[in-house]
């Protein structure tokens, strides 16, 4: 019956102590949790304030303005060419839409 024998109580010790003893300390761990999360929250609440003091301030999302104009400049050819080929293809739809069908009615 070495099962029975193991599921007695060891010594008089209490579960805590017998963890301590083993290396775990529930105390210091969730010490460490606490201290943690208190750390985290501080870093949250400094982080904030400082995007609401830049916001505030107007300028977090302020846009530099540039030191040199951009010109652009337009193929004057290009665009001729290019409504030329439009006026063409509203010209060719027109006509295809405008002429008769040739099939007749058959209903």
């Not at 982080?47 to 999302?61: A, D, V």
């Not at 951009?70 to 006509?95: C, G, N, P, Y």
């Amino acid at each position: 019956m070495p099962f029975f024998n193991s599921t007695k109580k060891s010594s008089g010790e209490k579960p805590v102590q017998k963890l301590k003893r083993q290396g775990i300390n529930p105390e210091r761990d969730w010490k460490i949790i606490f201290v943690l999360f208190i750390f985290l929250n501080i870093c949250l609440l400094g982080f904030h304030g400082f995007l609401f003091y830049r916001i505030s301030e107007g300028g977090f999302f302020e846009i530099p303005e540039a030191d040199s104009e951009i010109t652009e400049s337009i193929d004057m050819e290009l665009l001729e060419s290019t409504l030329k080929d439009f006026s063409e293809r509203e010209a060719e739809l027109l006509e295809k839409v405008s002429s008769p069908d040739p099939a007749p009615e058959a209903r």
